[in-house]
């Protein structure tokens, strides 16, 4: 943990001094989420296999929606964010010290939860961007961590986005690695990243969102459910 805290103090720093060389480019994310996420890896000593293919080959333009389960996230995911993705975040991220203001600077969009005018106008600056600057954005549609338990109720927004801009949504699943972690192990645990192919919402209107939401949430429970039936198939010849 004492490696970490550094480990996220430097990483703050260089980042920081990234965004602040070129403020708001959007591949800042994917450069700062390598940056926390590899040496992370390697001071916890977790595996990651990422089956990404469909993420990597993603249309230019798309929302990315991933299951949430802990601050660890950060650090899991960073391995496979890819080029020109920023994220959506809660406004209070821009007061943690160092990461706020590399999040911040690396273009990602805070929105205000307390407040609904403003959270609706972040909404539309982001579908514009989803239009026309061939940039995907990154949603966590749970808002908040389901700490490696069941699916939480998606939220409309990510859908809302993707309708009113007409660009695929990519879902992307993590096993639910943080009910197995073992820090205290050399060998802390292994995770699988798995991403879906696009769904199309070329078409849609809001009247189909609500479909759109189940169909999307059924896929990332099942795929969850197979990674995690496929690590503890292979969790005896690990040991």
Not at 7 to 29: E, K, M, Y
Request: hydrophobic residues 45%; glycine residues 6%; charged residues 20%.
């Amino acid at each position: 943990m004492l490696l970490m805290g550094l480990h996220f103090v430097l990483a703050g720093v260089i980042g920081v001094l990234l965004g602040l060389c070129r403020p708001f480019n959007p591949d800042n994310s994917r450069l700062c989420a390598r940056l926390y996420a590899l040496p992370a890896m390697c001071i916890l000593r977790l595996r990651v296999k990422a089956e990404v293919g469909a993420l990597m080959n993603k249309p230019q333009s798309c929302v990315i929606v991933a299951n949430h389960q802990s601050n660890y996230d950060l650090f899991v995911f960073g391995n496979v964010v890819p080029p020109r993705t920023v994220c959506i975040g809660k406004k209070s991220l821009k007061w943690v010290p160092l990461f706020g203001q590399l999040f911040w600077l690396a273009g990602n969009v805070l929105i205000d939860r307390g407040n609904a005018h403003k959270a609706r106008r972040s909404m539309l600056t982001t579908t514009e961007t989803l239009q026309h600057k061939d940039t995907s954005i990154w949603v966590f549609p749970e808002g908040t961590r389901n700490l490696g338990e069941a699916l939480l109720p998606f939220k409309k927004g990510a859908f809302q986005m993707a309708i009113a801009a007409g660009v695929p949504i990519v879902p992307v699943c993590v096993s639910s690695y943080i009910k197995h972690m073992r820090l205290n192990r050399w060998r802390s645990g292994q995770i699988l990243i798995r991403s879906l192919p696009a769904i199309p919402t070329a078409g849609l209107t809001l009247d189909d969102m609500p479909r759109l939401i189940a169909q999307c949430q059924e896929q990332m429970r099942a795929c969850i459910e197979a990674m995690d039936q496929q690590l503890s198939r292979e969790l005896p010849r690990a040991c």
